[in-house]
């Protein structure tokens, strides 16, 4: 079974939705999903919520999460609410 790599830019306006979208359309043949989150500067609750819930679908399905990007004070707030143990994170 050959394993799948599928990239994709986050847009600081778009996280939530684009996050949404993500886990809809996560498939078990995805080995890894890489986002990069360069262009985000803050996460607000709904942003947490969603990033709950793309980690969750993704361990059902066995997909690995990168979070390429991601700004120290984004990466403080997942810290903080232990969200980092559930992705893998890329500079």
Not at 36 to 57: H, M, P, Y
């Given at each position: 079974m050959s394993t799948t790599q599928v990239f994709l830019d986050i847009e600081e306006k778009r996280v939530v939705a684009t996050l949404q979208e993500v886990a809809e359309g996560l498939d078990e043949s995805q080995g890894e999903t890489v986002l990069?989150?360069?262009?985000?500067?803050?996460?607000?609750?709904?942003?947490?919520?969603?990033?709950?819930?793309?980690?969750?679908?993704a361990?059902?399905?066995?997909?690995?999460?990168?979070?390429?990007?991601?700004?120290?004070?984004?990466?403080k707030v997942l810290k903080l609410v232990k969200l980092t143990q559930r992705f893998f994170f890329a500079h």
């Open positions: 990069d989150f360069s262009s985000v500067r803050r996460i607000d609750s709904k942003t947490l919520q969603a990033l709950e819930d793309l980690a969750r679908v361990d059902q399905k066995g997909v690995k999460i990168v979070l390429r990007g991601v700004k120290v004070d984004v990466y």
